[in-house]
């Protein structure tokens, strides 16, 4: 049997039908706390026909000086059945069923697997961390080769060369959120929501979000109010108890203190605390567990008026409480405040009403929506708007504080996208977008969103990355449930990509300025827009000209 081995980028798709034939690249330049990565695409061919098994377990070896700061990672495949939507472009690698290449599975014991002339390949993560390498060139040189000792195969090897320049990126500054969703935790785990079991997984899902671009975590003071069907309700994730006593509540703090402890000691900069009204129109409360007389009870939900007198005296009871346990706890100017997911005009009043109350009582603090017409925020309903990238241009130049979002059902016009099937070009763009058009933040509505429409049931994705084939593969996902916690996507590094492209971009500022930056994104990507259909090469020349300004 032999072994064949080449380089490729980040941005390739390995299929195990692939034509593969040249390396990529033989060198990377880098920046000292930048993470890194490029992709071994590797096949056995086997010429022996008396051979009994097409698999075999290859043995992978890593040779360098910064060895330490490298990670390794298996690309495994998924069956994904639904790629694009019911109109889709043809920005996709592919909108056939197929087995597609994403969960990445950490490589520890050295060993990979091989079929027989079906490629695969290994996800190579250099300085995942962000810690300070020293600057300098170095050689990374991996090499394969087959654990079967009766078996004759010559080793393969490839060396690629690494720049590290004497240059810092800086820290992100802009709000970046992909919502956790703590139920799917919780089933897919087998533990109770916020019990010592259930923070050993949710440690790794936190962990590898930070690591990967995202800065704030949605905050699940009360059970979230998303995708859940009127009159229905999602397993209770409510961090704050509390107990009435005649017209009085009573608040208690400390497993919201526990959750943004532990969240801030691996890294998380900011909390979204959860919705105050429920989806689509703010027109009831969310699922809000109270203990009176002894017994836990949900006193607000569906039944709930949202312009009642009773809701609203228990936010304005919870929300002067809330403030002082965040001014006690320096948390102040960590949190950010939503009230209706995606409200609409038909639904305009219960959203008013909703919107002054909360704007009344939390004057001062980001108070942001995902909407998609430009009128809540021309008549100033609300503060900070979060458009979906279909509408965006009705606020640019308007909302200079705007955030953006999509919901992956964006598959027509070239819009960015990350579901299964998109090119890793057309989901890096997003980093680029957001720097032109100077994008306060960006907002996903699934991290971990493992259920059906409506939260029906929670699914494997491993099984079905379509959630029952009721999305698009991928769309509601970034990172796959392991027996450990979780396990990260191509998509996910793709994500992270993205973010440290708009952190080069930022730090170029600092030494030409913003003018000149967008200068060269223009002389790369004529005529940018967020339509603008990315090409791979023009983001490699895009990272390797900004590097060159910053090492000047």
């Not at 992709?39 to 330490?68: G, P, W």
């Not at 960015?416 to 980093?431: D, F, H, K």
Request: hydrophobic share 35%; charged share 25%.
């Amino acid at each position: 049997m032999s072994i064949k081995a080449y380089i490729k980028s980040s941005m390739d798709i390995v299929f195990a039908d692939s034509q593969i034939k040249e390396d990529s690249f033989s060198e990377i330049k880098a920046l000292s706390n930048q993470p890194v990565s490029f992709q071994l695409a590797y096949v056995f061919e086997n010429d022996d026909e008396h051979m009994i098994y097409k698999t075999r377990n290859l043995k992978v070896e890593i040779e360098s000086e910064i060895k330490d700061y490298i990670n390794l990672y298996y690309v495994n495949t998924v069956p994904a059945t639904v790629i694009g939507g019911l109109t889709f472009d043809d920005w996709f690698v592919t909108t056939k069923p197929t087995l597609y290449p994403d969960p990445c599975e950490r490589i520890n014991d050295g060993k990979v697997a091989a079929v027989s002339f079906q490629w695969a390949s290994i996800w190579v993560n250099i300085n995942e961390d962000a810690e300070d390498i020293p600057s300098g060139e170095y050689e990374i040189r991996i090499k394969l080769s087959n654990l079967r000792d009766n078996e004759e195969t010559k080793e393969f090897e490839k060396v690629i060369k690494i720049k590290i320049a004497d240059a810092k990126l800086n820290e992100q500054k802009r709000y970046v959120t992909n919502w956790f969703h703590y139920d799917c935790i919780s089933e897919l785990s087998g533990t109770k929501p916020f019990s010592k079991e259930f923070y050993k997984f949710f440690k790794e899902y936190v962990s590898l979000a930070v690591k990967n671009g995202q800065n704030t975590i949605l905050t699940p003071a009360f059970t979230p109010a998303l995708d859940t069907e009127i009159g229905c309700e999602r397993k209770t994730a409510q961090l704050v108890a509390i107990e009435k006593t005649g017209d009085k509540y009573t608040f208690d703090f400390s497993k919201l203190k526990e959750f943004t402890d532990f969240c801030q000691s691996i890294g998380m900069k900011y909390f979204e605390h959860t919705h105050f009204f429920t989806q689509w129109g703010a027109k009831a409360a969310p699922k809000i567990v109270v203990k009176e007389n002894g017994k836990n009870k949900k006193l607000f939900g569906w039944h709930t008026d949202a312009t009642g007198k009773e809701y609203h005296s228990f936010l304005k009871a919870y929300i002067k409480e809330l403030k002082r346990f965040m001014k006690q706890n320096q948390l102040t100017d960590k949190f950010v405040f939503h009230v209706s997911d995606e409200p609409s005009i038909r639904n305009k009043d219960t959203y008013v009403s909703a919107s002054k109350l909360i704007h009344n009582e939390l004057k001062g603090f980001i108070i942001c929506d995902a909407l998609h017409d430009v009128r809540f925020y021309d008549e100033g309903i609300v503060s900070t708007p979060v458009p979906c990238t279909i509408k965006a241009y009705d606020f640019i130049g308007k909302a200079e504080n705007m955030w953006m979002y999509y919901t992956g059902g964006e598959t027509v016009e070239y819009l960015t996208n990350r579901g299964i099937g998109t090119p890793a070009e057309r989901q890096r763009i997003l980093g680029i977008q957001l720097y032109y058009y100077d994008i306060k933040g960006f907002l996903h509505w699934g991290y971990n969103a493992h259920h059906n429409v409506l939260c029906k049931k929670i699914i494997n994705p491993y099984i079905s990355p379509d959630m029952g084939k009721e999305f698009m593969s991928g769309t509601s996902y970034l990172v796959y449930p392991s027996s450990s916690g979780a396990n990260p996507s191509v998509r996910l590094f793709n994500h992270r990509d993205a973010f440290l492209d708009l952190a080069l971009l930022e730090k170029a500022e600092t030494i030409i300025g913003r003018a000149a930056v967008i200068k060269i994104i223009d002389e790369i990507m004529p005529d940018f827009s967020l339509r603008y259909r990315v090409k791979k090469e023009q983001i490699e020349l895009l990272t390797k000209k900004i590097i060159e300004v910053i090492e000047k």
